[in-house]
Structure formats: structure tokens, C-alpha cells
């Protein structure tokens, strides 16, 4: 039975060496996590950690 709960998503590839990829599997079957929920929360959690590090100078590219 499908699922109604389906979110928008974009597929990504990404070309990245073999030892990042086996510690992606590793701590993804220690886990028990996805690879896309891993590299969700890593992309959520570098991309908090830099907003939250750069200067608010009003160079945001709004008008």
C-alpha cells in the first residue's frame, strides 16, 4: 500500500572518495539510519553551523 505521506525531494549525485563513502555505511548500519537521512542531517547540520558563523553584514541578496 503507498504511502500518503510523501515529501518533494530532488535526487542528488555525488561523486566522493571510497573511504567517506565505507564511513557513511559503517555509521549508518551502527545507526540503523538511511544513507539519505545520514547525509540529510549532515547537510542540515554544516549548513546551520556556517549561517550561524557568518557576519550579518546585508549582503543576503535581498533588495
Known amino acids: 500500500m503507498p ?3 510523501t515529501k518533494q525531494s ?3 549525485n555525488a561523486r566522493i572518495g ?3 563513502f565505507k564511513l557513511l ?3 549508518c548500519a551502527e545507526t540503523g539510519q538511511s544513507k539519505t537521512v545520514a547525509v540529510e542531517r549532515a547537510i ?3 549548513c ?3 549561517e550561524s558563523q557568518e557576519p ?3 549582503k ?3 533588495a
Open 3 to 5: 504511502s500518503t505521506k
Open 10 to 12: 530532488v535526487s542528488v
Open 18 to 20: 571510497r573511504d567517506l
Open 25 to 27: 555505511e559503517r555509521t
Open 44 to 46: 542540515i547540520a554544516y
Open 48 to 50: 546551520s553551523n556556517t
Open 56 to 58: 550579518d553584514d546585508g
Open 60 to 62: 543576503d541578496g535581498t
